[in-house]
C-alpha cells in the first residue's frame, strides 16, 4: 500500500454552452463583492484567467478571476480553495483538498445565484454539459522509478550514464509523462508536467529519490487517481 499519501490539488472544470454563463452579470461589483465575501477571497478581479483546461477565449468582460478563498465542508473542515475563475463558457475551481469538496463549493455558489438573474430573465448560470477533473497527489511508493524503463533501454542508459559520470551513486531517475492523442491529428507540445490533460509521474520536488516519495498529476478526481495509483503500487511492487 501506499504511504504518506497527499492530496494536493484537485481541479474542475464546469463547461457551459455559448451564453449559459452571463460574465456580464458577474462581473458587476455586487454579485463580485458577494462571492468575494461568502468565501473570504483574498484576490477579486476582472480579467483572463489562466489557461487551465484549455484555450480561453478572448470577450469583453474576459473573465473574473478569485484567488485564496476559503470554504467549508459538511464535516466542518476548512477547505481552501486556491482560485475560483469564471471563464466565458467554464467555471474553474482548484482547492487543496479533494474532488468532493469542489464540488461543494460549486454548489455553493449554484445556490448563491438561486435568485440572481440576468435583465432577460435567463440565469446567470446555466446547467454545465460537462466536468473536467484534475488532481495532483503525492505519496511512498515501494519500487523505483527506473521499472517503467524497459530493462534493455534501463541497461543500455545505466552503462551511458556510468561511462558519462564520475558520480558512483548516480541513479537512473525518469519522468513518466503521457497523453492521449488521436492517430489522425497532428501532434504538437509533448505533455508536461501540471498539465491537466495528461498523466504524470515523477520524483517530488524537494526529496531524495532513495525516499521513493513521487508526485502524480491526472486528468481524474482524486478519489480515482488515487485508485490507480494502488493499482500501479501493487502491480509493481514486486517488479
Known sequence: MLKNIKILTSRKGYEFAPDDLRLS?????????HIQQLFQFQIATIGSPMETFGNVPQT????????????????????????????PQRIVIDVAGKSFDVDEIFHKIIRAFDEIHAPDGSPVIGKPERVLNYS????????????????PLRKLLRKTIAASDNEKDSLLIPSLSLGSFSSTQKFGNPPGINDSHSFTLTVRAGTQPRERIYFSGAPLNSEAHLTCLNELEDNLRSV
Not at 452579470?25 to 454579485?31: D, G, R, Y
Open 25 to 33: 452579470m458577474i462581473s458587476t461589483k455586487p454579485i463580485m463583492e
Open 60 to 87: 469583453f468582460p474576459p473573465g473574473v478571476i478569485f484567488d485564496h478563498g476559503v470554504g467549508i465542508s459538511l464535516e466542518k473542515e476548512i477547505i481552501p480553495i486556491r482560485f475560483l475563475h469564471f471563464e
Open 136 to 151: 495532483e497527489i503525492s505519496a511512498q511508493f515501494s519500487f523505483s522509478l527506473d521499472v517503467l524503463v524497459a530493462p
